[in-house]
T-cell receptor, first 111, second 114 residues
Framework: GQQLNQSPQSMFIQEGEDVSMNCTSSSIFNTWLWYKQDPGEGPVLLIALYKAGELTSNGRLTAQFGITRKDSFLNISASIPSDVGIYFCAGYTGANSKLTFGKGITLSVRP | EAGVVQSPRYKIIEKKQPVVFWCNPISGHNTLYWYLQNLGQGPELLIRYENEEAVDDSQLPKDRFSAERLKGVDSTLKIQPAELGDSAVYLC????????????FGNGTRLTVT
């Protein structure tokens, strides 16, 4: 199946540190999306990637579409307390495919 | 622009009772989705609408779940009768409908079945 793997399940970092998360699959994806979910809220789109090798930034966030099209990376630089939350990767394998989500990584930031 | 609006935010019901969730998508978004999110998991698709038509309901447990989007805008998701295992967050999302469009989510309805 079209499973997206995110690990570890939880990450703990110090405020000001950079953090990198990755998302991998055995299937080829043609679109990667990164979402953040705060407690009690729905996922919010952070970055969308549409081409292999694409590198896109959104403020302190940078994401890359892997060259193999089977992975994607999200980097957060100079973390702050409000970066706390669950980060999901999601992707489409084709034009008419459904959006598949990973299980998410819970990020904690120590002040 | 206003986001996806869902109601209620929380619902507690006893098992075997019915429950209905409501969703108003972003204006102009003709594709609407209902997702189920269990604790510690990513969202999983239940049903996708293109305007009024349900184009993917393969993951919807049709013995107890039903959905409507009669005028191609608002949508309802109904569970009847609810079971203990239905306790979860039900998320509604919408998109502009082009292939591989990002989804925009509402804040969800947290359902607790006792």
């Amino acid at each position: 199946g079209q499973q997206l793997n995110q690990s570890p399940q939880s990450m703990f970092i110090q405020e000001g540190e950079d953090v990198s998360m990755n998302c991998t699959s055995s299937s080829i994806f043609n679109t990667w999306l990164w979402y953040k979910q705060d407690p009690g809220e729905g996922p919010v789109l952070l970055i969308a990637l549409y081409k292999a090798g694409e590198l896109t930034s959104n403020g302190r966030l940078t994401a890359q579409f892997g060259i193999t099209r089977k992975d994607s990376f999200l980097n957060i630089s100079a973390s702050i307390p409000s970066d706390v939350g669950i980060y999901f990767c999601a992707g489409y394998t084709g034009a008419n495919s459904k959006l598949t989500f990973g299980k998410g990584i819970t990020l904690s930031v120590r002040p | 622009e206003a986001g996806v609006v869902q109601s209620p935010r929380y619902k507690i019901i006893e098992k075997k009772q019915p429950v209905v969730f409501w969703c108003n998508p972003i204006s102009g978004h003709n594709t609407l989705y209902w997702y189920l999110q269990n604790l510690g998991q990513g969202p999983e698709l239940l049903i996708r609408y293109e305007n009024e038509e349900a184009v993917d309901d393969s993951q919807l447990p049709k013995d107890r779940f039903s959905a409507e989007r009669l005028k191609g805008v608002d949508s309802t998701l109904k569970i009847q009768p609810a079971e203990l295992g239905d306790s979860a967050v039900y998320l509604c999302a919408s998109s502009q409908g082009q292939p591989n469009s990002p989804l925009h989510f509402g804040n969800g309805t947290r359902l607790t079945v006792t």
